[in-house]
Structure formats: structure tokens, C-alpha cells
């Protein structure tokens, strides 16, 4: 069995698989007490770890101290890669991008074979844009919602609200309004932007991932919403590289 990591600084998605087949799946806080509960059963059969992360160090040697807490199986980060399967990176020092868009752009060629549009809306947003032929043309990293809302209210001075998940978009009339329809108002500008861009490219085909995604298709995103996309790619270089 081999056990897939998507890990960012604070949180990590884990799946078990067995070849192709999907066993147990998790999320949690890195800096929970048990990040892989569920796992303790399938501990010894456990044969390799395989990790995407945009973690830093810090947090690297966290998960391997929480994998070590399951399993002595050896962990593999896997990294953004020059291409894959058609796939080309357009980075010219591919060690510059976040594993994570790369393996979200892997899952999403794999299952398209097309131009497409993939948005990673995390702690980060990322926005990155494959044409037909495999060509990832560039993209965008723009702070997430999380990012925005704790810049407000560290680094704005004497603006206080209660953050909330409503999607209003509405010129406020306080300054928790304000604050939150305007977080919710730039998040639909971003959404409009994509729609844009995806009309201009030629782009058919749009994807959403991360722990935001929902808000993204609440605020008029036209896109299927894949959770688990990073996994998804992921597994494919793994497979590939060493089969599962």
C-alpha cells in the first residue's frame, strides 16, 4: 500500500491506495495530535510515502514526524517536473514552482487531454492555464482568503470585524460589511477575470480545487469541482515513476 500526501504549511489531504484503488481517505492540521487517524489498522502494510508539499521546512519535518508516528516506510517528495505525459511546464527553473500546481496540472491533463483552466484556491490562489497541445501558458498566485482576511485585521490599523462566509457583494454599511463583501467582491473579480480569459484563450474546460472552492462556485464560477486534484496528479506520477 502506499500513502499519498498533499501537504501545505498548516494542513495535509492523505489517501491510502492499494495499485489503482482508493482505500481511506483523510484531511487535518498538520499540528493535530493524530494527523493520519484512521491509518493506525493499515500501518505495517504501508510500503511507501509519497509527498506533494509546498510546505517549508519546518513543516516538512512536522509530517515526517507525524508519518513516522504510522509508519517506518520511506517518504519521497515529489517535485514540479520540466514535463509529464505531454504536459510541458513553461517554468524555465521548474524547481521554482509549488508541487502542488504542477501536480493539480498533471490530474487535470491526464483527464482532459485538452485545454483547460485549474484553480487552486487554498491559502493561496493559483491560476494556471494548459492549451490544447499540453502547453501550460502561465498563470497567477494571489492571496487566498485566509491571507486577506488576516491582513485586514493585523495590518490595517483600527479596522475590527467578525469575518463570515456569506457571498455578498453589496457596498457595505459597516465595517464588517465592508470587510466582508469587499473579501467576497474581490474573490467575484477573480472569477470574472478567469471567465475572460478562458473565453479569450479558447479554453473549454475549468477545474477547481482547494479548501475555497465552494465560495469560488458560489460567487458564479463556471467550473466542476474536483477536491482532490493535487491527490489525483499526484498518484500519477507515482504510479508512473513506481508502480503502485
Not at 9 to 38: C, D, M, Q
Amino acid at each position: 500500500m502506499i500513502l499519498l500526501v498533499d501537504s501545505g504549511n498548516t494542513r495535509i489531504k492523505w489517501r491510502l491506495v492499494r495499485g489503482l484503488e482508493s482505500l481511506v481517505t483523510g484531511a487535518a492540521e498538520l499540528s493535530a495530535p493524530e494527523p493520519f487517524s484512521g491509518l493506525e489498522t493499515y500501518s505495517a502494510e504501508i510500503r511507501r510515502v509519497c509527498v506533494s508539499t509546498v510546505g517549508s521546512e519546518s513543516s516538512r519535518e512536522a509530517l515526517e514526524a507525524a508519518v513516522a508516528k504510522i509508519t517506518t516506510a520511506p517518504v519521497t517528495f515529489y517535485w514540479s517536473e520540466s514535463q509529464r505525459e505531454g504536459l510541458q511546464n513553461s517554468y524555465q527553473d521548474v524547481s521554482r514552482m509549488g508541487a502542488d500546481r504542477w501536480h493539480a496540472m498533471v490530474a487535470a491533463w491526464k483527464r482532459l487531454r485538452a485545454g483547460c483552466a485549474i484553480i487552486d484556491a487554498g491559502s493561496a490562489v493559483t491560476v494556471d492555464y494548459i492549451d490544447g497541445d499540453g502547453q501550460h501558458t502561465g498563470g497567477f498566485i494571489l492571496p487566498g482568503l485566509r491571507m486577506m482576511r488576516r491582513s485586514l485585521k493585523l495590518e490595517a490599523a483600527r479596522i475590527g470585524f467578525d469575518f463570515d462566509e456569506q457571498l455578498n457583494t453589496r457596498p457595505g454599511k459597516t465595517t464588517g460589511e465592508c470587510a466582508n463583501h469587499g473579501l467576497a467582491w474581490l474573490t467575484e473579480g477573480v472569477v470574472r477575470q478567469v471567465h475572460r480569459d478562458v473565453a479569450a484563450y479558447g479554453i473549454r474546460h475549468v477545474l477547481v480545487t482547494g479548501g475555497d472552492a465552494e465560495r469560488f462556485l458560489g460567487l458564479g464560477l463556471q467550473a466542476e469541482h474536483c477536491p482532490e486534484l493535487v491527490l489525483d496528479g499526484l498518484h500519477e506520477v507515482a504510479a508512473k515513476d513506481d508502480p503502485l
